[in-house]
């Protein structure tokens, strides 16, 4: 498996693990939509530019859900009633058509 391969598998397992604790009555259909995307697009060519910028959007979209994410709110103290949250201007952008 190549390091690129490993990369892409980890960040998929990240973005799962960060949609499975994201506070949302849709959790579970986000999840879902997470797999079937990937799922579509395992035969995509490492070198696409559509696949990098599809890449792009799955951090980006890490980054959203992880702002979410309770530990990390709390700098590992989830009894901690500080969290801090930090907004962009154009968080999602448009994905490749």
Known sequence: MSSQSRELLHLYRRLLRSCATYPSKNRLGMYKAIQEEWRDDRTLGPDDPKTQKKIQVAYKGLEQLQMYDTMK?????????????????????????
């Open 73 to 97: 709110l709390s700098k590992g103290n989830p009894e901690s009633p500080n969290w801090e949250v930090t907004l962009e201007q154009n968080p999602m952008p448009k994905p490749p058509e």
